[in-house]
């Protein structure tokens, strides 16, 4: 059974940093994507960043954290890292971690979604 287990929300000032961290454990084959998404409150859920597999996975940003966050991905152990800097207000969001993969060789790839860890960001 694959799970997303996220950690590193939190409560922080304008101006501050975060990092989190996503790992997926479970019957694996491989991992084609991985990324994080927030949904603000009234708003709809939006891409945050995102990474492909393989040695050099290539990073897609949303333009509201470009220069701001960075993803990066360590494939041995399966977890993604989003450090977040200069953080403000408008981050303030429950941060979804996502994957897209496959459980086998046969498999189709699907998306998994962990349970959503809360950033808040304080003025």
Known sequence: QVQLVESGGGLVQAGGSLTLSCAVSGNIFSIPSMGWYRQAP???R???ASITGGSGGSTNYADSVKDRFTLSRNNTKNTVYL???S???EDTAVYYCNSRLR???RSSENVYWGQGTQV???S
Do not use: C
Request: net charge neutral.
């Open 42 to 44: 009234g708003k709809q």
């Open 46 to 48: 939006e891409l945050v």
């Open 83 to 85: 450090q977040m800097n």
């Open 87 to 89: 953080l403000t207000p």
């Open 103 to 105: 459980v086998g060789l």
């Open 120 to 122: 808040t960001v304080s």
